[in-house]
């Protein structure tokens, strides 16, 4: 029997670590505009470390440690939101999922930097700091605020990416860009914004905001409106119902 209580508490537990100067300022590359600091490692081995006390029976997968996915697996991204923590831009987040065989269960994601703890549970809602959050506003196009994810590291892809941005743009009320895909997932969640697409994005950025997406009455998908897999990066996107079918059908006519 898993006790969540506990499991979020090691989430806010391994958030503090962003405040450690002597973590933060050792900062490497993984690639070419993609960082790495011990903050991410930090978090990642300590939280493997005691999830393992907690759910010996359990799995993981992290952004920052190959494996082989097992069907009952918690996934973990340490820090999503790297380059924000290394430029102190405080919009960073820890997340955390319990996928289960086909679907995510449970999955939390913490702000450390203003406390924001989003939390949710399969069938039983979506939490923020504590509070139910009710269904998304489905509002029209017009009023939508869009997030969009471009990615550092997928420059590739920008001409495509900035393209759909402009089309949603001149169609929706505004877009954002706070370079926190799970952060950004779940503020779709709480109806702070009402869709969100990214052209490539892996499992450990999204997979604890999709619960919450469903939990809140909004729809994600890949960008052919197939499900996720969980396993592997993908095009994302999401949104409340409205939103996402524009989102979509605009990323289609620009995808064939």
Do not use: H
């Not at 991204?77 to 997340?95: E, H, R």
């Amino acid at each position: 029997m898993i006790n969540y209580s506990e499991i979020i508490e090691l989430v806010k537990k391994a958030g503090q670590f962003v405040f450690d100067p002597d973590l933060k300022n050792r900062v490497d590359m993984k690639g070419e505009s993609d960082f790495v600091t011990a903050v991410d490692l930090k978090i990642s081995g300590f939280v493997k470390d005691e999830l393992a006390r907690l759910t010996p029976d359990i799995g993981f997968m992290s952004e920052e440690e190959e494996c082989v996915p097992a069907p009952r697996r918690w996934i973990l991204d340490p820090i999503d939101g790297t380059t924000n923590l290394v430029y102190d831009y405080n919009m960073s987040s820890v997340s955390l999922a319990l996928y289960d065989l086909d679907r995510v269960t449970f999955g939390v994601i913490y702000n450390p930097f203003n406390g924001d703890l989003f939390t949710a549970w399969e069938g039983k809602g979506a939490f923020l700091n504590g509070i139910r959050l009710p269904t998304a506003p489905d509002r029209e196009l017009k009023d939508c605020l869009i997030e969009f994810g471009a990615g550092s590291t997928n420059k590739p892809f920008a001409e495509q990416s900035f393209a759909i941005a402009k089309e949603v743009f001149k169609n929706c009320l505004d877009i954002r860009r706070i370079c926190s895909s799970a952060l950004a997932v779940a503020y779709v969640a709480a109806g702070k914004l009402n869709g969100y697409f990214e052209r490539r994005i892996k499992p450990w950025d999204y997979a604890a905001a999709t619960l919450m997406l469903k939990e809140c009455g909004c729809i994600c998908s890949n960008w052919q409106g197939e499900p996720l897999d969980y396993r592997d990066p993908t095009a994302f996107v999401c949104g409340t119902p409205k939103a996402y079918e524009f989102l979509l059908n605009t990323i289609k006519a620009y995808n064939e």
